[in-house]
Structures are given as structure tokens and as C-alpha cells.
């Protein structure tokens, strides 16, 4: 077996890493420019690098760094490289200390550094001179080692403040009454700043209404121009915001309230590690505190049922996930969150594959599938495998059927009039066969709406009942579903779970919450659980059988009869007898203990004698 030496490795690194350029005749040329100065090579010593940059730090040290990444602001993070022929070991403490070494060097002049240890095929890095574990497996472009400096957590409870803002000065001042069309005016303005954060809404202040429409809506434009060619449904997203119907306002302080908001939402939103929350969710929990009922039967799915989901049927970087009924695209922005992560951050090659080619959603209704577009776009993209369909129809069978889908994640529109068995049974009959697929819908709607059905083609493997509670003020009880396609069942038992508690408690207008963050401990535990067939905590496994039920089976509760059940029956009885009047009785009872008694305390209780009475 051939390996590449120690130049090829270095030379490659170089172009991956983006510290070179191609010239001609395949030459490798290093950049400098009045920003940076960076390169490969096996003869440049870190005091010519400092004379380069005009500093004195490196003056005097000799060693030889195989590539080097150098901004001339030292406030951004500084790389360096060290390569090895493929055939060498990269576990070896050597390789490390040379490494650690030339980093210490460099931070004498920067405070952020990063160090890379390559071989062609197995690579090391370092923050500092701390080994860092959970990065991307292959060698990325220099951009994803800088955003490793680069953490701005999203803040979700300073979201819904921010949203609490924005719904009322959009109800009370632009006049805006219809939920949806708060959530579509609002998103589209966030995807507007998200694609021009240097040049966007802020510098509209000042400028009136219809500047600032105009604004949003050319911005939208220039946003899916390139997308239409794969998916010319996204004009639905310019059309239903030039739809949004409000009493067009004047009020040039409540037009400036709002830009500051959404930017400041666009701020929070826009960080390499958010962890996939659906903001589109957030809206609706904030929103909907005017209106009584979501449109069109839509139960926005909570967020860490999402991460549930994906977390029960193994989705990993390699799938092609489908959301047959994907409402604002929850499931899919989690998928893509986590995959991304997985593939080691949204600066890999990998996770441009990622958000282009697997990533798939239906949506029936106009108003829902922009904001499912808009929603992806906040996040990190991901629109083009978007498509407005009926999930039961022909042609979205058709749709499915010429996808690659590998997992699929969904949460059906629940009553019977939006034909929700229709759909599963479409999406399930039309992926490919032993694909796993996870359902959230009501406890017993396979019962319910002759599941059975379902069960002559493919395979129910698991029920997991959730919380009673989990869809605040809906008034259903849901379980997920999984489903293997292809297989029929053939009576063969399914295992059922219950999941009692989740967590979270409920936050007055922002529905359920995770506030003493409870829940991952208990998403740990029971994705173990269920993997591994062993509820050991709670003993809620069950085995049920699908000729008998198609939900978890709630255990009886057990009788219990105490003494005083029995004294109350013997003097009910007692009474009847001797022909007295239980209410009567009560009264008179009542009125002896309260005027007719001396209560006294002793120590810890309270005494009361009752004198007696002739009558």
C-alpha cells in the first residue's frame, strides 16, 4: 500500500485549510495580504513569519511549522499545523508535544490559537493547548477551527421576551389580528436581516413603512432566487408576506421597536452552536395568546420531543429524514441541528450536503409551508426539499416515492377531518422498506381509526406514552409510534413505555419550559431504557399484544378499603334502620361541634367534648 509523504500531506492540508491557492501548473502559492498571512511549508521559520507580521515575539526561535494561519488583528484566533506522512501514528506523545510546542510559541502573541495535528487521514486538534474531542472527523476549511472560538449560546427565554414584545406592538399598533399572519410577517423580516446582518434592518429607522416592506420583501427575493430553480414553490413565502393584512401604521417608534427586536432575536438565533430549537415554536406558544386554537388542526411539536425522536430511531449524519406533515418544520430544523453537529459543525463540506440533499418536508397549507421555509431560512437553510402537497395525495406518494428517505420524524394534523391515518398510511406504504419511522398522534388513534390496517404491510415495534400533560392546553394524550416499514406484523408482540414526567413545568404565556432543566437526565435514561429493553427506574414496560390493543395499556389501579369505609357503611346502614335522616343528622352533628362543644389544645392536639344532650 502506497501512503502520501509528509510533503503531499502538508501541500493537500494547505489547500483544504484555504491557507493556499492553486497556481499555474498546479503550484502551491501561500497568502498574505494586509489581513492575513498564511501558508505550507517545511523551510519557513517562525522568525521570518515575525518579520512578515512586524512583530518582535518570534524573534529568535527557529522552529519550522508546517502551516500557519496569522491574522494581522491578534484579537481573531491564530492556527497552526503540524503534518505526518499517512503511514505515521498521530496517537504518539511526540507528535503532541511538537505540536504543543509550536503553539506555545504563537501563544506569546495571541490569546486564541488552534493547533492541528493531520497525517492525510486522522487528524488532532487542540484550543489552546487543550485536545479538543467532539470535532468534525476530516480535515474542514480554516473557518470551522475559527468558529470554534466563536460561542454565543441561544438564549431561549430571552426569545420569548423578545417575541412578548413583538406580538404586542404587531396586534395593538400595526394592527395585526390573525396569528399566522404575525408569524409570517415576523419571520420573513427575521430571514430578511439573517441574509444581510451588516446591511439590513437597523438602517431602515427613520425611513417609514413602506421603505421598510419594501425592504423586507426584496431582501426575501434575493434570498430564494437561486433556490427557485430547484423548488418554484418558494415564491409562496413572497406571496402570503405580501398577503399579511394590518392597519398599515405610521407610528414610526413602533416600526423602530420592532427592527430592534428582530435584530436582536436575529443575533441569538444566528450562533454556530445552536442546539436546533424551533423559533417558529417559540412564536406560536407567544402569539397564540390571542387567539384560542392554532389554524388547520396544527399542534406545534415541543422541543425536546423533537430531540426525543430523532435521539429513538437513531438518526444520524448519514440520513435522509422526511417530515410528511412538517408544519413550521420542527423536526427538520432539529435534524438539521444535530446532524450538523454530528458532522462536526455547520463549517464542514459535510453539512452543506446536509442541508441540500437530506432534509425533506411536506406541507398542505400555504400560510404553514411558508413559515416552514421561513423557519428553515432563520435557521441555517435547508428550504429547497420543501414541497406544498397533500400528504395523502397521489402525487405526494409520487414525491416520497423518488426521495432517498432513510428515517422519517412526523406529527400528523390529529382529527380524523384532516385524514391523518390517510397520511401515515401514504408516507409509510411509499418510503422505502425497513424504514424506521417515529409518529407522535393521540393514544389511542390506531385503536381508534382501524390501525390494523396499517399493521398488514409494516411493523409497529414500540409505543412510548408521554405525559399527560405534554400539548398544554390542547386537551390530547399522545404517544410516539415507531414504525418499521415493509414488514408486516404477524401478530408480533409490540413493546410499550411510559413516560410519566418530562420535566417541565408550565410558564404563564410561554406554555411548558424545561426550567430546572430536568429533561436531559430524562432523555438519557430512557432512550438507555428503551435501547436496551429495561425500564429498571419506573417498571413501565409492558408487552402488548396487536390482536388486543394498538396503545400502552394504563395499569388498574388497585382497590383499596379502609376502616373508615366500613364504619361510614355500618352507621349508613345503622340510620336506615332506625328510619333517620343522614342529612339531618349531619346538621344536627354539625351544629353540636360548633356551639355546643369545648375545644381545648393539648400539646399538638386539639380536643373537643361534646356535652350531651336528652332530646
Given amino acids: 500500500m502506497a501512503y502520501r509523504t509528509e510533503d503531499e500531506v502538508r501541500n493537500a492540508a494547505g489547500g483544504i485549510l484555504g491557507f493556499t491557492v492553486t497556481g499555474p501548473g498546479g503550484s502551491i502559492i501561500n497568502i498574505e495580504n494586509t489581513e492575513i498571512i498564511s501558508g505550507v511549508g517545511q523551510l519557513t521559520t517562525f522568525i521570518e513569519l515575525g518579520k512578515r507580521l512586524k512583530i518582535t515575539e518570534f524573534r529568535g526561535i527557529s522552529n519550522k511549522p508546517d502551516g500557519w494561519y496569522f491574522p494581522k488583528d491578534t484579537g481573531k484566533p491564530a492556527i497552526i499545523l503540524e503534518t505526518k506522512s499517512e503511514k505515521e501514528d498521530l496517537s504518539q506523545q511526540k507528535w503532541k508535544e511538537e505540536l504543543l510546542k509550536n503553539i506555545e510559541i504563537v501563544l506569546r502573541r495571541y490569546h486564541k490559537v488552534i493547533g492541528i495535528l493531520y497525517n492525510g487521514k486522522d487528524i488532532r486538534v487542540f484550543k489552546g493547548k487543550m485536545e479538543i474531542d467532539c470535532i468534525a472527523p476530516d480535515l474542514q476549511n480554516k473557518e470551522y477551527y475559527i468558529s470554534l472560538y466563536t ?27 390573525d396569528l399566522q399572519d404575525r408569524m409570517i410577517f415576523t419571520a420573513c423580516a427575521l430571514v430578511a436581516q439573517r441574509y444581510n446582518p451588516k446591511n439590513g434592518l437597523e438602517k431602515l429607522k427613520g425611513m417609514g413603512y413602506s421603505t421598510f416592506h419594501n425592504w423586507i420583501y426584496h431582501a426575501l427575493s434575493k434570498a430564494i432566487e437561486d433556490d427557485k430553480k ?22 414610526q417608534a413602533a416600526i423602530n421597536d420592532f427592527i430592534d427586536n428582530v435584530c436582536e432575536i436575529a443575533n441569538l438565533v444566528n450562533s454556530d452552536y445552536w442546539n436546533g430549537e424551533d423559533v417558529m415554536a417559540i412564536f406560536f406558544n407567544e402569539f397564540n395568546r390571542y387567539r384560542g386554537k392554532a389554524d388547520a388542526g396544527q399542534v406545534f411539536t415541543p422541543d425536546h420531543v423533537t430531540s426525543f425522536m430523532y435521539r429513538l430511531i437513531n438518526v444520524n449524519e448519514n440520513d435522509k429524514v422526511l417530515d410528511g406533515t412538517c408544519g413550521s418544520g420542527a423536526f427538520l430544523v432539529k435534524s438539521m441541528c444535530n446532524m450538523i453537529k454530528a458532522a ?20 398542505m397549507y400555504r400560510k404553514v409551508f411558508a413559515l416552514a421555509c421561513a423557519n428553515m431560512m432563520i435557521h441555517k437553510d435547508g428550504k429547497t426539499n420543501l414541497a406544498q402537497l397533500d400528504a395523502k395525495s397521489d402525487e405526494a406518494a409520487l414525491w416520497i416515492q423518488s426521495k432517498p428517505i432513510t428515517k422519517v420524524l412526523m406529527n400528523p394534523p390529529y382529527e380524523r377531518k384532516y385524514g391523518c391515518m390517510k397520511i401515515v398510511e401514504n ?17 389511542k388513534k390506531l385503536e381508534k381509526d382501524n390501525g390494523k390496517k396499517l399493521l398488514k404491510k409494516h411493523t409497529l415495534t414500540t409505543i412510548i406514552k408521554m405525559p399527560e400533560n405534554l400539548f398544554f392546553g390542547i386537551g390530547v394524550t399522545a404517544s410516539i409510534f415507531v414504525f418499521e416499514t ?29 426550567i430546572k432543566n430536568r ?45 373508615e369505609d366500613f364504619v361510614k357503611t355500618l352507621m349508613d346502614y345503622e340510620m336506615f334502620r332506625l328510619g333517620i335522616s343522614p342529612k339531618a343528622f349531619e346538621e344536627k352533628l354539625l351544629q353540636k361541634v360548633l356551639y355546643g362543644s369545648k375545644v381545648t389544645s393539648q400539646a399538638e392536639n386539639t380536643v373537643i367534648i361534646v356535652k350531651g344532650d336528652s332530646k
Fill in 151 to 177: 460561542e454565543n449560546k441561544i438564549d431561549k427565554q430571552h426569545i420569548y421576551e423578545v417575541t412578548q414584545k413583538i406580538n404586542n406592538s404587531l396586534h395593538f399598533k400595526f394592527g395585526m389580528q
Fill in 230 to 251: 430547484q423548488n418554484d414553490k418558494l415564491d409562496v413565502l413572497l406571496e402570503e408576506y405580501s398577503a399579511v393584512r394590518m392597519a398599515i401604521t405610521e407610528d
Fill in 344 to 363: 462536526g459543525g455547520i463549517k464542514t463540506a459535510k453539512a452543506k450536503t446536509i442541508i441540500s440533499e437530506q432534509l425533506y418536508g411536506i406541507e
Fill in 427 to 443: 408516507i409509510l406504504d411509499h418510503v422505502p422498506v425497513n424504514t424506521k419511522c417515529a409518529i407522535i398522534m393521540p393514544d
Fill in 486 to 514: 415493509g414488514r408486516p406484523q404477524n401478530n408480533r408482540n409490540i413493546i410499550g413505555y411510559y413516560i410519566e414526567d418530562d420535566g417541565l413545568e408550565t410558564v404563564k404565556n410561554q406554555g411548558r419550559q424545561d
Fill in 519 to 563: 429533561w436531559d437526565a430524562i432523555e438519557e435514561y430512557w432512550i438507555n431504557a428503551i435501547r436496551d429493553g429495561d425500564d429498571v427506574k419506573y417498571h413501565t414496560r409492558q408487552i402488548i399484544t396487536p390482536s388486543e390493543h394498538l396503545s400502552y395499556q394504563m395499569p388498574e389501579k388497585p382497590f383499596e378499603i379502609y376502616e
